[in-house]
T-cell receptor, first 113, second 112 residues
């Protein structure tokens, strides 16, 4: 079946602009995660959605970052007033109910000039 | 205490050799330890995972060894192949929290 999809695959923006990154999880998966992967670094947890529960936003690095998940499916990560240090690969993952395995999408490569 | 320390940062192995990647953690509440494999331009994919109730888990050429007392776990790739060349991440989580703490990754290159 279809895996996690993310769009766009690449995004180049100018410093100070806002960007929106989209994630379509695997159908039926109730949990959705966003991670940031900087060059040569591990995966940094950003935010976690589970069903209709309040999201765990503890990993968001600043108030410029926000995310929402509409209808328990598609999620959008928004970065306002982008900075050069926001340049990274943003990965989305989803998990089926009551399972811990996370299935990752291919990521969005963001470059802030 | 939430960190997972992974080593080495990079590894070069001859075809047919054994690749060994190590991870260490501090938080004794962690009870799920997956390894992910990531090819360039792709997202990470689950390779193998272990829980602390066993000391070893093997799937094909991939084996996780787990030392609970030392709070360490490692990935062994037997008969390494050029197709295994990728970045490997260890992770740790607490059951029910669904939040992974990832290591910084190991870039493996297997020479033909």
């Amino acid at each position: 079946g279809a895996g996690v999809s993310q769009s766009p695959s690449n995004k180049v923006t100018e410093k100070g602009k806002d960007v929106e990154l989209r994630c379509d999880p695997i159908s039926g998966h109730t949990a959705l995660y966003w991670y940031r992967q900087s060059l040569g670094q591990g995966l940094e947890f950003l935010i976690y959605f589970q069903g209709n529960s309040a999201p765990d936003k503890s990993g968001l690095p600043s108030d410029r970052f926000s995310a929402e998940r509409t209808g328990g499916s598609v999620s959008t990560l928004t970065i306002q007033r982008t900075q050069q240090e926001d340049s990274a690969v943003y990965l989305c993952a989803s998990s089926p109910p009551n399972q811990e395995t996370q299935y990752f999408g291919p990521g969005t490569r963001l470059l802030v000039l | 205490q939430q960190q997972v320390k992974q080593s080495p940062q990079s590894l070069i192995v001859q075809k047919g050799g054994i690749s060994i990647i190590n991870c260490a953690y501090e938080n004794t509440a962690f009870d799920y330890f997956p390894w992910y494999q990531q090819f360039p331009g792709k997202g990470p994919a689950l390779l193998i995972a272990i829980r602390p109730d066993v000391s070893e888990k093997k799937e094909g050429r991939f084996t996780i060894s787990f030392n609970k007392s030392a709070k360490q776990f490692s990935l062994h790739i037997m008969d390494s192949q050029p197709g295994d060349s990728a970045t490997y991440f260890c992770a740790a989580s607490i059951t029910g929290t669904y939040k992974y703490i990832f290591g910084t990754g190991t870039r493996l290159k297997v020479l033909a």
